[in-house]
T-cell receptor, first 113, second 115 residues
């Protein structure tokens, strides 16, 4: 059974710092991994999607890496800004009859001005 | 191109009542997935519909049921509401060939409160 874990559960850093969020999964048989952002009480915004054959994806100040063999992904945020404050969730799409997403519980990020 | 929309935005129901949540998928998408997100947790998969047929189900009781219509919009119905059903309900649509693993696009969610 696939399980996804995100550490830390919460993170507070000063504005301008580079930071790394971690996501680990127990079964390497995945189709892809997505990183999402969720603002309080809101829906989910997809940030980056990494296919199982890829090692990383970049979008602006964000870079996500994927290491299937070790069951890990990282989301790197460069030059953090107060507007980056949100909860960041990772989800893996697993093989099976319905290709459902399995989610971590998220990392709540606070960027202090 | 319109994105995924959900209605209503917020809903308050009493324990034992029934509720219907609605989702309009993104144009061109034929697959809809529903998720339940309790406060402080990641979303949990409820079920997925592909071309009007249920294409998989998570660990939710039968009182959670769904429909997908010919225009690929979808409904989530919950009977005999319980306090623990209070959550954010998220709908995601995707364009899948035979239900394959394409990227899912999420709506803003419906916040359900059961009192």
């Amino acid at each position: 059974k696939q399980e996804v874990t995100q550490i830390p559960a919460a993170l507070s850093v000063p504005e301008g710092e580079n930071l790394v969020l971690n996501c680990s999964f127990t079964d390497s048989a995945i189709y892809n991994l997505q990183w999402f952002r969720q603002d309080p009480g809101k829906g989910l915004t997809s940030l980056l999607l990494i296919q199982s054959s890829q090692r990383e994806q970049t979008s602006g100040r964000l870079n996500a890496s994927l290491d299937k063999s070790s069951g890990r992904s990282t989301l790197y945020i460069a030059a953090s800004q107060p507007g980056d404050s949100a909860t960041y969730l990772c989800a893996v799409k697993v093989s099976g009859s319905n290709y459902q997403l399995i989610w971590g519980a998220g990392t709540k990020l606070i960027i202090k001005p | 191109e319109t994105g995924v929309t959900q209605s209503p935005t917020h809903l308050i129901k009493t324990r034992g009542q029934q509720v219907t949540l609605r989702c309009s998928s993104q144009s061109g998408h034929n697959t809809v997935s529903w998720y339940q997100q309790a406060l402080g947790q990641g979303p949990q998969f409820i079920f997925q519909y592909y071309r009007e047929e249920e294409n998989g189900r998570g660990n939710f009781p039968p009182r959670f049921s769904g429909l997908q219509f010919p225009n690929y919009s979808s409904e989530l119905n919950v009977n005999a509401l319980e306090l623990d059903d209070s959550a954010l309900y998220l709908c995601a649509s995707s364009s899948s060939l035979a239900g394959g693993p394409d990227e899912q696009y999420f709506g803003p969610g419906t916040r359900l409160t059961v009192t």
